[in-house]
């Protein structure tokens, strides 16, 4: 199971953490990711981690979104900074244990609720 959080309302430069914390998985086995769907949009990627450390990140969000991920807390997070209004979304953390990286595809083993973040102009 993973549960979002850490969503919410902030203006256009500012901030945002958002967490992600698994259970009954061995996380520290799971490369972990984010995505986020805008309104009538299709979902994309984010942003992804795999336990060796290894970060992928969409043009998107390149230097200025943030990954990380603490295993003795079974935590993914998502540092945003700079935010803009397209950064709005509904964002969903996502896990994958086999082939990693497939998770850039939006392939895998679990997700998240969703947490909604807004950025106002």
């Known amino acids: 199971q993973l549960q979002a959080s850490g969503g919410g309302v902030v203006q256009a430069g500012g901030s945002l953490r958002l967490s992600c914390a698994a259970s009954?998985?061995?996380?520290?086995?799971?490369?972990m990711g984010w995505f986020r769907q805008a309104p009538g949009k299709e979902r994309e990627f984010v942003a992804a981690?795999?336990?060796?450390?290894?970060?992928y990140d969409s043009d998107s969000v390149k230097g200025r979104f943030t990954i990380s991920r603490d295993n003795a807390a079974n935590t993914v997070y998502l540092q945003m900074n700079r935010l803009k209004p397209d950064d709005t979304a509904v964002y969903y953390c996502?896990?994958?244990?086999?082939?990693?990286?497939?998770?850039?595809?939006?392939?895998?083993?679990?997700w998240g609720q969703g947490t909604l973040v807004t950025v106002s102009s």
């Open positions: 996502a896990a994958r244990q086999i082939y990693g990286a497939y998770i850039r595809g939006g392939r895998a083993d679990y």
């Open positions: 009954g998985i061995t996380f520290a086995t799971y490369t």
């Open positions: 981690l795999t336990p060796a450390g290894i970060t």
